[in-house]
């Protein structure tokens, strides 16, 4: 159906991949994945015909009816549900027609066109605009209020909506949970799964993608390699075939070695001329193998906070919500140390207002927020990336937002703090107005770790962000020793970080008693995004409201709630003692440091002063090596436990 045949792409002087064989049948469900930047996007704009190939080809049927959701969503008092339903260009053509019969005195056309309408679904194509619509998330009200007054998010939805609309043989999405909460992802991933056409998407959300597509494409070092199964199957694949590669490579490397080691030693002896040009042409039609090169990985952690006072912060009966319009009302709240918090609830219901109450950033309307005198907010808000001067460089933005203690540091300290999230060399000082969506991303988080926060808040930090970063800013948080908040429709981010979860639902916010399938089978009993209906209890929604489908119990008859409580107190205790661990280890490195300029000192007998400092060094490093082990006992005892 669709066919790449040793197509090379460009963008720029660019090349973005070559050689690329490929082809996508009738019915298939695709995801296209890679590093940012590597031409995944470009990839669907060649699809879509808006690239031509620099080499090879690229052929689709010439009738093909491709869906795209459009970039730009115009600034008009169109109403929404009329901006999704002219996504059916089948039925908007018909319409058109009609008018025109209707205006020609062409009663019979205008029979015969009718009948066309109905056939095609005419009649009910407001109900299923009205679907899509809600479905993403809009409200039953919403549905007549022109599209000028809504937020870009949301005009976004309604073009993901209007391209849903669409009666197509090819649906091509890009990143189309970027401005969606986790209520309508769930919903949209149903949609897809239940989709008859062929689709291709681009996604670094690796549940949505393993729920829906059935093959994976990926874009490497400038190669596009095809893998059958899902993500996780294509990751599976990939490492299995980069292992045999490394492994191909190396052994062609040491006969490549053994070749030449016998053409140096010959080359001049007449007696073996034969063989050495033999040999030498061995060489040349040797294939060459191409191995992986390493792309930018990021290691990072969360600094140890200077201080983690308990509570950090606390809400009490707390009620919030912008000038008369109470959002939710009667919250209570205490953060510590430790804490591992997922905010569930459908766009609207007041999960960024929580943030920002939280935050400080938003008063209360009534109650009381309580903060430590020693609380330090790291904040990643969905708006944050935005707030990034684009005229200043990277090196600018990290001294400005990270606080006062990066004002103290020394430009290389700086430098060496952004190499560690992808900004090497001269990036440093390249404006960020150059920069990517997951560029700025990376930025606002190196901002936010330079503060050494004790208080995490991060309101879908996963935007923009590929799997590299997604699995570092994972690995930094399941490290992290303050309390972390996450909203995020990126499920993987949920599950890894969070030990249990709150709803925001009906002007309440409250304990959420069950997983991320339990909050799924809930949603679909009470809360779905098509109906708007939030739970019509007033208690807490718990796990026993909807026990997801096939859901076993945990070993010994352990609640899930037990399990959770016991996984923060197993963590609350730890927390500490890795604090602990990660002090004595920066300590050993500093005597380390200060041993080695001793011993260079003691060589000159001038100095023999300095043995009774060395002597001091020595007895203070076994003491902290034998501190390091015993903690590092007690740490593996605990999570035996």
């Not at 090349?15 to 298939?28: P, S, Y």
């Not at 001049?268 to 191409?290: C, E, G, N």
């Not at 009667?330 to 804490?339: E, T």
């Not at 009470?526 to 208690?539: E, I, L, R, S, V």
Request: hydrophobic share 45%; net charge negative; aromatic share 6%.
């Amino acid at each position: 159906m669709l066919n790449l045949r040793d197509v090379r792409l460009r963008r720029g002087s660019r090349v973005l991949f070559e050689e690329a064989t490929v082809g996508v049948f009738r019915g298939d469900k695709v995801g296209i994945v890679g590093r940012n930047g590597s031409g995944k996007s470009s990839l669907l704009a060649l699809i879509r015909g808006e690239l031509a190939p620099d080499l090879g080809d690229y052929t689709a049927p010439a009738s093909l009816c491709i869906a795209v959701v459009e970039q730009s969503v115009p600034d008009s008092a169109q109403a929404v549900i009329e901006y999704v339903r002219e996504g059916d260009a089948e039925l908007l053509r018909i319409e058109h027609a009609i008018a025109a019969a209707h205006a020609a005195g062409d009663g019979h056309r205008e029979a015969q066109l009718h009948a066309d309408f109905d056939a095609a679904g005419g009649y009910g194509a407001r109900s299923r605009a009205a679907s899509l619509a809600t479905g993403l998330g809009f409200e039953a009200d919403d549905l007549e209020r022109p599209l000028q007054v809504f937020s870009g998010g949301l005009r976004m939805r309604a073009a993901l909506a209007r391209a849903l609309m669409r009666r197509s043989d090819v649906l091509l999405l890009d990143e189309p949970t970027n401005h969606l909460d986790l209520d309508a992802v769930l919903w949209l991933e149903g949609w897809l799964r239940a989709y008859r056409g062929t689709l291709l998407i681009v996604s670094h959300d690796r549940e949505f993608l393993d729920a829906i597509v059935g093959r994976t494409i990926h874009i490497e070092n400038g190669r596009l390699g095809a893998y059958n199964g899902n993500y996780s199957a294509f990751e599976r694949q990939w490492a299995a075939a980069r292992e045999r590669n490394a492994a191909l490579a190396e052994s062609q490397r040491r006969e490549i070695a053994h070749v030449e080691g016998f053409v140096e030693r010959f080359r001049a002896k007449a007696s073996k001329a034969r063989q050495v040009q033999s040999r030498l042409k061995w060489l040349d039609r040797l294939p060459a193998i191409i191995e992986a090169q390493g792309e930018e990985s990021f290691a990072w952690e969360f600094p140890a906070p200077a201080k983690l006072p308990r509570p950090l912060v606390a809400l009490d009966r707390v009620d919030a919500g912008y000038g008369e319009r109470r959002i939710f009302a009667d919250a209570r709240l205490s953060l510590d140390p430790g804490d591992r918090i997922g905010v569930l609830g459908r766009n609207g219901a007041g999960k960024s207002t929580l943030m920002k109450t939280i935050a400080g950033t938003l008063a209360p309307l009534a109650g009381e927020r309580t903060a430590a005198p020693d609380l330090e907010v790291g904040f990643f808000a969905q708006l944050e990336v935005e707030q990034l001067d684009v005229a200043s460089s990277s090196i600018e933005e990290l001294g400005r937002r990270g606080g006062p203690a990066v004002a103290r540091w020394t430009p290389q300290q700086k430098r060496d703090h952004l190499g560690r999230f992808g900004f090497r060399g001269d990036r440093v000082f390249e404006p960020v107005g150059r920069f990517s969506g997951g560029e700025r991303a990376r930025l606002t988080l190196a901002a936010i770790v330079a503060r050494r926060p004790n208080l995490l808040l991060l309101d879908e930090p996963t935007n923009h962000l590929d799997f590299e970063m997604r699995n570092a800013l994972l690995l930094a948080l399941q490290d992290y020793a303050g309390a972390v908040l996450i909203v995020s429709h990126d499920r993987s981010l949920l599950r890894g970080a969070c030990d249990r979860f709150l709803v925001v639902a009906g002007g309440v916010v409250q304990p959420f008693d069950g997983d991320l399938e339990d909050y799924a089978a809930w949603l679909a009993r009470g809360a779905t995004p098509a109906t708007g209906a939030a739970p019509t209890t007033g208690d807490a929604p718990t796990a026993d409201d909807a026990p997801a489908a096939g859901a076993a119990a945990p070993a010994g008859g352990e609640s899930r709630r037990d399990a959770r409580r016991r996984e923060a107190a197993a963590r609350n205790r730890l927390t500490p003692l890795r604090a602990q661990l990660r002090d004595i280890e920066a300590e050993l490195a500093a005597l380390a440091r200060e041993r080695a300029e001793i011993e260079r000192a003691l060589a000159d007998p001038a100095q023999f002063a300095l043995a009774a400092e060395f002597g001091r060094i020595t007895q203070r490093t076994a003491a902290l090596e034998d501190r390091w082990l015993a903690l590092s006992e007690e740490i593996d005892a605990a999570q035996r436990a």
